[in-house]
């Protein structure tokens, strides 16, 4: 069974496990897509103005995003994103720190001209290990009914 | 010699070197973070939404910041995003294609508690082999002048 736009409502949550990023993981996806020093070398990071090795916010998002996506891997046709309203990053993020995501349906919005369509609004927060949040963003998502 | 906030100016522009995409690297991508079968397999992809195998959109933007990266790579302190304000994908991205970014410089906006530091706005675009926009985002980055 999967669930379609029909099994959505304003305020529904779904909670994420929890990961423990990887140093080595982390330093792998800094050198490939945001090769800076303070994503790559400990001695530089403690120079920057994140006084530490921090994770590129991209890898921050990405892996967000996987933890948002296995808290709903049951959504009809895959998890397929229209567009992003916005994106935070309130505190650096370290390797090491163990990172959960709480999603809300924030909006609703059946398309007019294909009724079995929409969109989705989800809020997504993600919070370390201090319950400190450490990474917030919008997203707009394709939903649809079965064929009936 | 790096670039500050003061270096900068409204409709200045940057523009990336092309990239052809690695198959390899978007499957590793997708494993790790979007592991969704229209980013993963032929056959499932060729029955999405996306009629044919795409790249996960987090990938995308991943591969486009890098792009940013390199054709600004003097920037002072480095790049650091403060928020993002939008992100819309409006075409698929394959495997193969070959991007291009281009950046403009959309809002300046100094700091009045603290002048030497600022807030740019970036318009960035990303083209394929066509010509044809795949990517586009509108990033808020922390500049800052030198200490004189």
Redesign the interface.
Known sequence: MSRGLSDLHIGQRFESRTVTLDKA?ALD?AR???????HLDDEAASQ??FKGLATS??YT???C??LF?DSLSDLR?????????????PRPVRPGDTMRVVTTVAQLERSEKNPRFGTVVFDHEAFNQHGETVFRMRSHV?AQDPIT
């Open positions: 993981q996806f490939q897509y945001d090769p800076q020093p303070f920057s103005l916010g991209w998002a990405s892996m995003f996987r996506h046709g895959g998890i397929i994103g229209r567009q992003v309203e916005s994106i935070q990053w394709l």
